[in-house]
Structure formats: structure tokens, C-alpha cells
């Protein structure tokens, strides 16, 4: 099924694309929704036409787009997160965090504009903010201990002592030198 999507839709299009979907997902849900219209030779026609006319507003927003993606370029944070004794954080560190991260550096942005895997574990990532369909920044950032430490307080298991090797036990002895008596 074709169709035009009349609002950005998150993991399938921005608005205004034409793309062909499973035609289930578009009838029971897209169409139904308003997120989009069946692509048909008419509404092609009208899509084409609002776009020439909508050109220089798209230049502008686009423009715009790049100017706020520049406030972010160089930009890297570190978040602080409680961890287990090993490296594994409790929870994880997803968008709204970095959001509000940035927000601390006096960068506003929604955390529905930033995509990231679900981060777990101490260390380096890198989280991306798209602004516009063609303007997208990587942030890099670090996940730290609340302390601020990049690695966890190691817990030091007390050392075991050294096993002694055992004696062998007297019916061992003795069925060793019944052995060697019927050799011999």
C-alpha cells in the first residue's frame, strides 16, 4: 500500500515522504490515525504542488534545524548513574537523560529527538539528536559512577587458603598393597 505521511512518524518517515507499507499497518492504523493519506494520482498531484509552493518555508526550517544542530556540535556530557559491583548500571541511561544532561549545559531539547541504545554498563557512547530529516548531531558522552569514578570500587573476595592435599585414607593403603602382594 502507498501512501503520504502527513506527520513525522518515528521509525517510518518524516512527513510529507511517500513510502509503501504493509497494507494492515497502513489501513488499521496510519490512515485511521491521520498520520497518513492513500498516495493516489490526485493527492500526488497536491503533494507536489504544496512542496513547490512550501519550498522556501522548508529552506527556512532546515536552515534553522542547522543553526540549533551547531549549539550542539563539540558538545560531551557525563552522566552519572548508581552501579552494581560490577560495571552494570541499575536501570540504564536512555534519551530523557541525556536530555536532561544537556538541559544542564543550557541546551534544551525533547527527548523524543534523540535516539540511543539501551546503555547498561559504565563506559562511552554516543547518542544522536535529529533535528531535521537531513540534520542530525552525535553526542558523545560517558557513563560514570555517582561518585565520579569511570570504574567501580572493586570489592576484594578474601583470599582462601591454601588447600593442604589430603592423606589418602588407611582402606586405600590397604587395597593398594593387596595389589602389589597378588603381583607379587
Do not use: C
Not at 67 to 80: D, H, M, R, Y
Amino acid at each position: 500500500m502507498k501512501i503520504i505521511l502527513k506527520k513525522d512518524v518515528h521509525g517510518l518517515g518524516y512527513k510529507d515522504e511517500i513510502l509503501t507499507v504493509k497494507d494492515g499497518y497502513g489501513r488499521n492504523y496510519l490512515l485511521p490515525q491521520g498520520f497518513a493519506v492513500l498516495a493516489t494520482e490526485k493527492a500526488i498531484k497536491q503533494l507536489n504542488e504544496e512542496l513547490k509552493q512550501r519550498a522556501h518555508k522548508i529552506a527556512k526550517i532546515k536552515a534553522d534545524a542547522e543553526a540549533q544542530a551547531k549549539k550542539f556540535e563539540g558538545v560531551s556530557l557525563t552522566i552519572k548513574a548508581r552501579v552494581s559491583e560490577g560495571r552494570n548500571i541499575y536501570g540504564s541511561v536512555g534519551p530523557k537523560e541525556i536530555a536532561a544532561a544537556l538541559a544542564e549545559k543550557g541546551l534544551e531539547i525533547d527527548s523524543k529527538l534523540i535516539s540511543i541504545k539501551g546503555v547498561k554498563t559504565l563506559g562511552d557512547y554516543e547518542a544522536v539528536a535529529h533535528f531535521h530529516r537531513e540534520v542530525s548531531v552525535a553526542i558523545p558522552f560517558e557513563v560514570v559512577n555517582e561518585d565520579g569514578e569511570k570504574a567501580p570500587k572493586k570489592v576484594e573476595a578474601p583470599k582462601a587458603a591454601p588447600v593442604a592435599e589430603e592423606a589418602p585414607a588407611e582402606e586405600d593403603i590397604d587395597a593398594e598393597e593387596a595389589e602389589e602382594a597378588g603381583e607379587a
